[in-house]
């Protein structure tokens, strides 16, 4: 006790620096925290606190055909990744009200070397149009390079609030996280994490066939999906000769198998010119 009292009173000027900047975040975003607030106000939903196992699958795409088709629409690995997750979030209606974009989340890794904190990455938020990507990647390649430039020269400043976050109650907290990611905008999360090492590949010492990259989400309550229009997450990475995307994905008032995302998958890899496996 001693120790955490000793350590709460060193941390106390920044803790007020924090108040500082949490007040004029306040005031800059006072129309987004009172039209999130005003979104939570609706009917309770019928099995909200039951757990939910949003359905995921992997796609495997030869690599060739892969960069091969992002060149010849214009773009990179990179710019054809978040347009195939814009795209597939434009046909689960995941995107923005006003103009049909799409919002993707991206996060870009800031770690150096001995550095041992458990996130060491920031958020770029991309805004897509995802009417033009399967026949143009140049814009979308331009607005991520920007998303990449301004992300590096004007941080994010909401960063700044987290030393606030113990003395915080939870129900202020959801909101600032509903205002800090957008979630009325029904963001993507998009991951790439590039070429990856070949030893992860061959866990028994020999190549694997497939290999599916993906995060784990457990006991997520149904209302938590329900209340922010659903989840889409894709996470891409080069190995073994082949892209791997693996998608994860919960639209509400759907099924929600893995056959409907299957489908979804297709019809989208379709939209691009792609062929591939699918698990």
């Known amino acids: 006790m001693v120790a955490d009292l000793r350590e709460t009173v060193q941390g106390a000027p920044e803790v007020g620096r924090t108040l500082v900047v949490a007040a004029k975040q306040a005031f800059l975003r006072r129309r987004e925290i009172f039209r999130s607030g005003a979104s939570r106000h609706t009917t309770a939903v019928e099995g909200g606190d039951r757990n939910v196992?949003?359905?995921?699958?992997?796609?495997?795409?030869?690599?060739?055909?892969?960069?091969?088709?992002?060149?010849?629409?214009?773009?990179?690995?990179?710019?054809?990744?978040?347009?195939?997750?814009?795209?597939?979030?434009?046909?689960?209606?995941?995107?923005?009200?006003?103009?049909?974009?799409?919002?993707?989340?991206?996060?870009?890794?800031?770690?150096?070397?001995?550095?041992?904190?458990?996130?060491?990455?920031?958020?770029?938020?991309?805004?897509?149009?995802?009417?033009?990507?399967?026949?143009?990647?140049?814009?979308?390649?331009?607005?991520?390079?920007q998303a990449l430039r301004t992300m590096r020269e004007a941080p994010d400043e909401t960063l700044q609030l987290l030393p606030v976050t113990p003395f915080l109650p939870k129900r202020a907290v959801k909101r600032g996280s509903d205002v800090v990611f957008a979630f009325d905008d029904r963001p993507v999360s998009c991951s790439n994490l590039g070429d990856v090492d070949p030893v992860v590949a061959r866990a028994d010492g020999t190549d694997a066939e497939y290999v599916m990259l993906r995060g784990v989400d457990r006991h997520v309550p149904r209302e938590y999906l329900e209340r922010r229009g659903g989840l889409l997450t894709v996470l891409a990475g080069r190995i073994g000769g082949e892209v791997s995307i693996t998608i994860v994905a919960y639209q509400p008032g759907k099924e929600n198998s893995k056959p409907w995302l299957r489908a979804l998958a297709a019809h989208t890899m379709a939209e691009f010119g792609l062929t591939g496996v699918i698990e």
């Not at 046909?91 to 923005?96: E, K, L, N, Q, Y």
Request: net charge negative.
């Open 53 to 145: 196992v949003a359905p995921a699958i992997t796609i495997y795409i030869d690599l060739e055909n892969w960069d091969a088709r992002a060149n010849s629409l214009g773009g990179t690995s990179y710019s054809m990744v978040a347009g195939f997750a814009a795209k597939l979030g434009e046909r689960m209606g995941r995107h923005r009200a006003g103009d049909g974009a799409v919002t993707l989340h991206i996060p870009i890794s800031d770690r150096i070397p001995d550095d041992t904190r458990a996130n060491a990455a920031s958020l770029a938020t991309v805004i897509i149009d995802p009417t033009q990507v399967t026949t143009d990647l140049s814009g979308a390649r331009a607005v991520i390079k």
